[in-house]
């Protein structure tokens, strides 16, 4: 159901208090009159600046007076909608609560509702129980084609035939770009290519790339991680890798056309430093799609409400940018014991919207969760069907570590590959991780470089010599990785037998 339908539902439902979070107020506010005048209802439209504006009788009324905004809906009888901007700045005042909840209780009884329309959920804990909160997603792509197609045609006005100059391909490639902005958002990118180039263009893609990062950060929730990584740059992980490299053309419309669902997602099991957030931005770089970070503790807030709402934002706005890679780095640490304790419930509210939206998504959000500690993952995650593989991620064995050094020597010196002795380097450097080795390398330069000469295979060792690992220092927790996955509950990364060296 779309928001229309579920407002007009609501609506004939006669939900009293009803609360609408977007910061799209011309677009939520032109749907509202819409869906009012097609029951029948009047529309009355008030701010804090300007008072009631609908109708010109009473034009002003409520002006700076939210709690005189309130009592002129009990001089309204007949149906009608009232839209409410900006008023959750007020819900805190005593006068104010005590009177929504009386118009709550009047309301029911009544074909009329009120409506709070404001850029985030700000309720407090003495009104949560009587607003009902509806969320209005973003644009979908047919209504970013018909606004590409009408500003194109304006800046064509003078050609009766509105030729928008831009094929199919060129529009289809700016409504993709666009998914995930405001309507607002994309009028103003647009403006500013018609504003440099005097028309639209197939290169205005980057400008709306642009302004999508920026959008993006503005959320605070998902950031959106440049991925230049790719699968050759992972030593080892056999296994894993063919299973990527499998799925390629998963996202595509022959994929589609022969029948494949969308990839659901993978989870990464194992020790730190093996390549588990690396495989994670190959994965974003091999299939060209974009790569959202999810920080899970920016999900957290302390008002009611806001933490769900905020998931919900997550998960509408990695759809809205669909197909793409969704990075959540460390799951173990915010998922951990979701018992509830402590934060009434709401950590395992937002775990159980997590969870319900990873089993039922039907939008392309590839999910790739990454974790150290696998035990103190919830068993629901682990179950099949919220990600299409579970994947070990151990230590290296010799080979793979010998695979890690040439990646890591060609990085620095890929003219000079030949002076490093990649064989002895591996064998003399059991138990390292992909990360302590390359931290080797890297302290072996700054010997060379302290000497000013070039850094050998000898610095390296030097340098590795120096490194306790983290095989040495976590031994016991390591040891229990290794067993849970010797025991069949994950698939190896790795072709060779991890747990020897």
Known sequence: MNFEADLN????????????????????????????????????????????????????????????????????????????????RFLDDVAIARKLKNLAR??????????????????????????????????NPSELRTEIEQIACSVSYANPTCDIQLDKQAIDDLVRAGQGLSLEKMRRVLAKAIAENGRLRPDDVDLILEEKRQSIRQTQILEFYPSTTEISDIGGLDNLKEWLLRRGSAFSDRARKYGLPHPRGLLLAGIQGTGKSLTAKAISHHWHLPLLRLDVGRLFAGLVGESESRTRQMIQLAEALSPCVLWIDEIDKAFAGTDGRGDSGTTNRVFGTFLTWMAEKTSPVFVVATANNIRTLPPELLRKGRFDEVFFVGLPNQEERSQIFSVHVSKYRPHNTRAYDIDRLAYETPDFSGAEIEQGIIEAMHIGFSQNRDFTTDDILEAASQIVPLAQTAQQEIQVLQEWAASGKARLASRQNVFNK
Do not use: C, H
């Open 9 to 88: 539902l609501i609506l004939r439902a006669r939900y009293p208090l009803i609360y609408i979070p977007s910061a799209e107020e011309e677009r939520v506010e032109a749907v509202i009159t819409n869906v009012a005048k097609s029951l029948g209802r009047s529309i009355f439209v008030w701010d804090f600046v300007d008072g009631y504006q609908s109708n010109p009788t009473d034009a002003g009324m409520g002006k700076r007076n939210p709690l005189q905004a309130l009592e002129f809906v009990d001089k309204i009888p007949k149906g009608a909608v009232f839209v409410l901007r900006d008023f959750d």
């Open 106 to 139: 009047r309301l029911k009884s009544e074909a009329q509702n009120i409506i709070v329309l404001a850029s985030q959920i700000n309720i407090p804990d003495s009104l949560s129980e009587f607003f009902s909160i509806l969320e209005f997603p973003l644009p």
